[in-house]
């Protein structure tokens, strides 16, 4: 009740709308040819759908739902057996000629080594870049 009793005083001070509350009335609207003072009928209808009393139906209907839906889901598919891939060494390689192995030799009288350039891939020349002075060559020297 004192909830009750502060939402009509308050209306009733402030003479203001409250949404779906209380609003202002013009007194010659409320002396129609029926002369209804009931408050009810100034107000917007209540929502349809039986409001908070209906939500356990509502809850209920949707749990049956859910559960309902669990028949719909297919199965989950097992797992395949991993794919059989062939492991080899690099050693295997170079025996079976697949794979050469070059190994590179430092520039005589320099210690930093040429840099392959992005140009030098495309018109496939050799690297000549130097790196700037105080890096060294990725790889080291």
């Known amino acids: 009740w004192p909830a009750v009793r502060s939402a009509v005083l308050d209306a009733w001070r402030d003479r203001a709308d409250a949404e779906g509350v ?9 002396l129609d040819d029926d002369v209804d003072l009931a408050p009810a009928r100034h107000l917007p209808r209540p929502a349809s759908g ?13 749990t049956e739902t859910l559960r309902l839906t669990t028949g719909l889901v297919p199965p989950a598919a097992s797992p395949a057996e991993p794919a059989h891939r062939p492991l080899t060494t690099v050693g295997e390689l170079a025996r079976a000629g697949a794979l050469f192995l070059h190994s590179g030799t430092a520039v005589p009288g320099s ?11 495309l018109t496939g020349a050799a690297p000549a870049a130097l790196p700037p002075a105080g890096q060294e060559a990725p790889g080291g020297a």
Do not use: F, Q, Y
């Not at 209380?22 to 409320?30: K, T």
């Not at 930093?112 to 030098?120: C, G, K, S």
């Open 22 to 30: 209380s609003r202002v009335v013009p007194v010659i609207e409320l």
């Open 50 to 62: 039986g409001g908070a009393s209906g939500l356990g139906e509502v809850r209920e209907r949707l």
């Open 111 to 121: 210690t930093a080594a040429p840099v392959l350039t992005e140009h030098d891939v």
